[in-house]
């Protein structure tokens, strides 16, 4: 059989001893090998995945095709398609961003999504923060990450929701002052019409925006000003992203104009500009666009987020919000995060502890030895050019605890460093791996399977691990042997290493 098929048969056979079905099998062994492919977000992507954004049952604006669209000047965003999701990645301030994945409407893929998201995020040494993630899903969150998250959610990005069939009717006491406003407005503009807008119109709505940013934008924020920017922007896509546009004119002249978009039950309003010397315009042209865009199917009306702005958020929340729509920032917490600094762990026979300058010289030998050293996953060779010094190593390790990378250990024997032990590739679900290696002189001695014990034990007992992890390479017999002993048992292989992983249980 192919050497992938064969793989996938021993592998399977480990498997079943920790009660996994062939289907749960195939899908984790997928999962674990994928390294997601992500790519820069371009129009031809939105339009070719439209039917995700007009399933979408978030009430979040940030999951919409015109949102992607308008805001790509301010996150560097790629995206990549996997378990039937969208999933997005954005930069942001120096920062990495993950979205919630965006499915249509199966939350098993998105589970899924989460899994191959984790995946990526450790294979590429990147931190997992999710942002915009709904509220809905925040019990899935805290089911998956354990209740140690940081999370925010602030008010400024909130975006405001509204009943539908309110902004189509205007009726009751709380609408009376947009009543008013649109009375009045028809007493003085009689003539008014409200049109339907298109690709078509491109020329009349660029003419109005023009107008619009010379009698109200002059003075404006530079945010205001990259706003209408994107408002340009989004006018050329108006018929390939599906969008529904319109205005009103007044002698024939355009002097208002609106864009929205269907996603799920919500028409969300992501465009709404007027010409204020128009008295009443504003309430006119939302009461007007609402009637001529919601059906039946669609229950809410979305305009979107504040932004901090003082009179934005005061003329949203005259409108009547049925619900302010929560967006969730959330970064995970991983068992080395709460670790402010190195153990000491003793055995019978070994110490282990932190390697300081004392051992610089030993551990130089033990780090320069690239014979030895082929099986550790990780050759500083390939990032370094130069003759290295006993300092540049130990900075090394110093740098990866303090970044949260790895927890590194020395192995003390008679008071001798003999080798280091680490854990590192911390997950997000309360597992991590271990490695470990020798000075060539301490080998035999049993040495490794006592120190890999003991700090196995201090991860399941004072980190609260549920599973540790750990491979090597399939040529290195003695450091399988090595595991085995130490309790781990092996649960996959592929063509170049041994998998294994063990719990507090076993």
């Given at each position: 059989?192919?050497?992938?098929?064969?793989?996938?048969?021993?592998?399977l056979?480990?498997?079943?001893g920790?009660?996994?079905?062939?289907?749960?099998?195939?899908?984790?062994?997928?999962?674990?090998?994928?390294?997601?492919?992500?790519?820069?977000?371009?129009?031809?992507?939105?339009i070719?995945?439209r039917?995700?954004?007009?399933?979408?049952?978030?009430?979040?604006?940030?999951?919409s095709?015109?949102?992607?669209?308008?805001?790509?000047q301010?996150?560097?965003?790629?995206?990549?398609?996997?378990?039937?999701?969208?999933?997005?990645?954005?930069?942001?301030?120096?920062?990495?961003?993950?979205?919630?994945?965006?499915?249509?409407?199966?939350?098993?893929?998105?589970?899924?999504?989460l899994?191959?998201?984790?995946?990526?995020?450790?294979?590429?040494?990147?931190?997992?923060?999710?942002?915009?993630?709904?509220?809905?899903?925040?019990?899935?969150?805290?089911?998956?990450?354990?209740?140690?998250?940081?999370?925010?959610?602030?008010?400024?990005?909130?975006?405001?929701?509204?009943?539908?069939?309110?902004?189509?009717?205007?009726?009751?006491k709380k609408?009376?002052?947009?009543?008013?406003?649109?009375?009045?407005f028809?007493k003085?503009?009689?003539?008014?019409?409200?049109?339907?807008?298109?690709?078509?119109?491109?020329?009349?709505?660029?003419?109005?925006?023009?107008?619009f940013?010379?009698?109200?934008?002059?003075k404006?924020?530079?945010?205001?000003?990259?706003?209408?920017?994107s408002?340009?922007?989004?006018?050329?896509?108006?018929?390939?992203?599906?969008l529904?546009?319109?205005?009103i004119?007044?002698?024939?002249?355009?002097?208002?104009?609106?864009?929205?978009?269907?996603?799920?039950?919500?028409?969300i309003?992501h465009?709404?500009?007027?010409?204020?010397?128009?008295?009443?315009?504003?309430?006119?042209?939302a009461?007007?666009?609402?009637?001529?865009?919601?059906?039946e199917?669609?229950?809410?009306?979305?305009?979107?987020?504040?932004?901090?702005?003082?009179?934005?958020r005061?003329?949203?929340?005259?409108y009547?919000p049925?619900?302010?729509?929560?967006?969730?920032?959330?970064?995970?917490?991983?068992?080395?995060?709460?670790?402010?600094?190195?153990?000491?762990?003793?055995?019978?026979?070994?110490?282990?502890?932190?390697?300081?300058?004392?051992?610089a010289?030993?551990?130089?030998?033990l780090?320069?030895?690239?014979?030895?050293?082929?099986?550790?996953?990780?050759?500083?060779?390939?990032?370094?050019?130069?003759?290295?010094?006993?300092?540049?190593?130990?900075?090394?390790?110093?740098?990866?605890?303090?970044?949260?990378?790895?927890?590194?250990?020395?192995?003390?024997?008679?008071q001798?460093?003999?080798?280091?032990?680490v854990?590192?590739?911390?997950?997000?679900?309360?597992?991590?791996?271990?490695?470990?290696?020798?000075?060539?002189?301490?080998?035999?001695?049993?040495?490794?399977?006592?120190?890999?014990?003991?700090?196995?034990?201090?991860?399941?007992?004072?980190?609260?691990?549920?599973?540790?992890?750990?491979?090597?390479?399939?040529?290195?017999?003695?450091?399988?042997?090595?595991l085995?002993?130490a309790?781990?048992?092996?649960?996959?292989?592929?063509?170049?290493?041994?998998?294994?992983?063990?719990?507090?249980s076993?």
């Open positions: 059989m192919g050497s992938y098929i064969a793989i996938l048969y021993q592998s056979k480990i498997y079943a920790f009660g996994l079905s062939q289907t749960e099998f195939f899908k984790q062994f997928e999962i674990l090998h994928m390294n997601l492919e992500f790519k820069k977000l371009t129009i031809d992507d939105i070719e995945n039917d995700y954004f007009c399933a979408c049952g978030f009430h979040i604006s940030d999951y095709a015109a949102f992607k669209y308008m805001w790509q301010y996150f560097t965003e790629y995206y990549v398609k996997v378990e039937n999701c969208l999933v997005f990645k954005e930069y942001y301030q120096g920062r990495v961003y993950f979205h919630y994945p965006m499915s249509k409407c199966c939350e098993e893929d998105e589970r899924r999504a899994d191959a998201i984790e995946q990526y995020c450790r294979q590429n040494n990147v931190r997992l923060h999710y942002t915009s993630v709904p509220k809905e899903r925040i019990p899935l969150m805290v089911e998956r990450y354990g209740s140690e998250l940081r999370i925010n959610n602030r008010r400024r990005w909130r975006d405001y929701l509204y009943n539908a069939q309110d902004f189509v009717t205007y009726s009751g609408y009376s002052g947009q009543r008013n406003h649109v009375n009045k028809k003085l503009y009689p003539q008014f019409e409200f049109c339907e807008l298109g690709a078509d119109d491109g020329d009349e709505i660029r003419k109005f925006l023009h107008e940013a010379r009698r109200q934008i002059a404006g924020t530079t945010i205001a000003r990259e706003e209408l920017e408002v340009y922007k989004l006018t050329e896509v108006l018929g390939k992203l599906g529904k546009a319109g205005g004119r007044i002698d024939g002249r355009l002097v208002s104009y609106s864009v929205g978009e269907v996603c799920g039950d919500q028409l309003v465009v709404e500009k007027a010409l204020t010397q128009y008295e009443g315009i504003y309430a006119t042209t009461h007007e666009f609402a009637r001529r865009y919601v059906t199917e669609i229950k809410y009306i979305n305009r979107e987020d504040d932004s901090g702005d003082a009179g934005l005061k003329s949203k929340l005259q009547n049925v619900a302010l729509v929560d967006k969730y920032n959330i970064l995970p917490h991983r068992a080395i995060d709460g670790v402010s600094h190195l153990p000491n762990l003793n055995g019978e026979r070994i110490e282990i502890r932190e390697i300081t300058d004392i051992n010289n030993d551990f130089y030998r780090e320069y030895d690239s014979e030895r050293n082929k099986y550790w996953g990780y050759n500083w060779r390939e990032h370094f050019s130069g003759e290295p010094t006993p300092e540049f190593f130990m900075r090394g390790i110093r740098e990866d605890f303090k970044n949260k990378e790895e927890i590194p250990l020395g192995i003390f024997y008679q001798a460093l003999a080798g280091e032990v854990l590192h590739n911390f997950g997000y679900r309360n597992d991590c791996e271990i490695g470990m290696r020798l000075l060539p002189e301490f080998e035999g001695k049993g040495l490794a399977k006592e120190a890999l014990i003991l700090l196995m034990n201090y991860a399941f007992f004072e980190l609260d691990i549920e599973t540790v992890l750990a491979k090597c390479n399939r040529e290195n017999e003695r450091s399988k042997r090595t085995l002993s309790g781990m048992r092996e649960c996959g292989e592929d063509e170049r290493y041994y998998y294994f992983r063990k719990t507090a076993m």
